[in-house]
């Protein structure tokens, strides 16, 4: 199986999606009222495809797992871009940091980075931040089943496409797992292979501390689990063809 979306809840996908689009760089590929999907690609590295999902609830703060941006040199040029798009800047108690907290059009909170070596070959997107209650086991939760690699970073752990290239998907400490039902304004999806065998998958992801998630959103052709900290991720059937 392997990293296949990021996907965003949203009050408006195509406002939200468009404005994600445009600051990354990224290549429509379905825009239907109530979805948005674009495409992230990494020359030389990963595909990612950044899903945005209508919902009716706006989203609460201090979000599990959000988006950063890469600015570096050109981090000036980059909020500027942000605020034109319809972004915000954002105080959330930052102070003096080098990085720019930002808000996007719906309010969800993200980041424009410094330079840092780490962000170098990232891309456009940076990292992927994720709230992480044991970050060791959560670590190899993540890798062994997106076959993302360790990878240097700030952060206590992070994983990076085995291109060596790509987002960095850092682990966040934090003190104890999501206690809160509600689903993650943001989260991950997994997709099966079609070499892979679908029970074996879903019991590797139970053997490494993942949980099913009962959810009462209708019947839907992948199945929702949660990460040992409680972090939602979709497992989705292998493509046919």
Request: glycine share 8%; proline share 10%; hydrophobic share 40%.
């Amino acid at each position: 199986m392997y990293l296949e979306n990021v996907v965003v809840d949203a009050l408006d996908p195509q406002r939200l999606g468009r404005f994600w689009e445009a600051l990354l760089g990224c290549e429509t590929l379905t825009d239907e009222p109530a979805t948005y999907e674009t495409r992230l690609t990494v020359p030389d590295g990963p595909v990612l495809d950044l899903c945005f999902e209508r919902v009716t609830h706006p989203p609460t703060p201090s979000p599990r797992l959000h988006l950063e941006v890469s600015g570096g040199d050109r981090q000036d040029e980059v909020v500027a871009r942000v605020l034109s798009l319809g972004g915000s800047h954002l105080d959330i108690g930052q102070r003096d940091v080098p990085w720019v907290v930002m808000a996007d059009p719906e309010g969800n909170p993200f980041c424009v980075m410094e330079a840092r070596p780490e962000y170098a070959v990232s891309g456009p997107l940076s990292s992927l931040p994720l709230d992480s209650a044991d970050v060791e086991r959560d670590t190899r939760f993540w890798s062994e089943l997106s076959g993302w690699v360790a990878a240097d970073s700030a952060m206590p752990s992070a994983l990076r496409h085995p291109s060596g290239r790509g987002p960095l998907l850092e682990l966040c400490p934090e003190p104890a797992p999501k206690a809160a039902e509600a689903k993650n304004r943001v989260h991950l999806d997994l997709r099966l292979e079609a070499s892979d065998d679908a029970d074996a998958a879903v019991e590797r992801i139970l053997a490494l501390g993942g949980s099913e998630f009962l959810h009462d959103w209708g019947d839907l052709p992948w199945r929702v689990f949660r990460d040992p900290s409680g972090n939602e991720v979709c497992l989705l059937p292998a493509r046919r063809g």
